[in-house]
T-cell receptor, first 111, second 116 residues
Framework: SQKIEQNSEALNIQEGKTATLTCNYT??????LQWYRQDPGRGPVFLLL?????KEKRKERLKVTFDTTLKQSLFHITASQPADSATYLC??????????FGAGTRLFVKA | GAGVSQSPRYKVAKRGQDVALRCDPI?????LFWYQQALGQGPEFLTY????????KSGLPSDRFFAERPEGSVSTLKIQRTQQEDSAVYLC??????????????FGPGTRLTVL
């Protein structure tokens, strides 16, 4: 079955450093992949989408890479800030209406 | 408000009770999704509507779960004879596109259901 794996352990980094989060998937070949941010008690918020033919996508301090050979996406936040502390979810398309989400990685940025 | 709203925000039910959870999507959004999110997990797809048509209900865990969107706007997720394993946050999302999962989804805050 389709499976998405994200770092289950929380990521703790110092303010100003680059945070790198990993999303690995198996048994599927998605045409695109999305990253969402979720704060406690709130719904996920869309951040970035990257297509299978794109190696890298950037938006302000965010950068996403997509390696369809490794079946992996990396999500980077440069110059991280305490306000970036949240859970980050990776999501894959299934070619239809269903989006499959990973369990998310919690990021803590210390001042 | 311009976003997706859900009500109630919190619901406590006794085992065996029926519950109804409401979702008001962004006005004009064609697509509406329901997800179930257990603690520490990502959202799991339950069902999808395109306007009033329920095009995918493959994620509904049992026949106790039923969703409707009769006029193509507000949607209700109903759970009959609730059980403890139904305790979760139920998220609603809407999208302006016609449901293909590359369209950005806008999520509501969720309804936290606790079944005692």
């Amino acid at each position: 079955s389709q499976k998405i794996e994200q770092n289950s352990e929380a990521l703790n980094i110092q303010e100003g450093k680059t945070a790198t989060l990993t999303c690995n998937y198996t048994n599927y070949s998605p045409a695109y992949l999305q990253w969402y941010r979720q704060d406690p008690g709130r719904g996920p918020v869309f951040l970035l989408l990257i297509r299978e033919n794109e190696k890298e996508k950037r938006k302000e301090r965010l950068k996403v890479t997509f390696d369809t050979t490794l079946k992996q996406s990396l999500f980077h936040i440069t110059a991280s800030q305490p306000a970036d502390s949240a859970t980050y979810l990776c999501a894959l398309d299934t070619g239809g209406f269903k989006t499959i989400f990973g369990a998310g990685t919690r990021l803590f940025v210390k001042a | 408000g311009a976003g997706v709203s859900q009500s109630p925000r919190y619901k406590v039910a006794k085992r065996g009770q029926d519950v109804a959870l409401r979702c008001d999507p962004i006005s004009g959004h064609v697509s509406l999704f329901w997800y179930q999110q257990a603690l520490g997990q990502g959202p799991e797809f339950l069902t999808y509507f395109q306007n009033e048509a329920q095009l995918d209900k493959s994620g509904l865990p049992s026949d106790r779960f039923f969703a409707e969107r009769p006029e193509g706007s507000v949607s209700t997720l109903k759970i009959q004879r609730t059980q403890q394993e139904d305790s979760a946050v139920y998220l609603c999302a809407s999208s302006s596109g016609q449901g293909l999962s590359y369209n950005e989804q806008f999520f509501g805050p969720g309804t936290r259901l606790t079944v005692l």
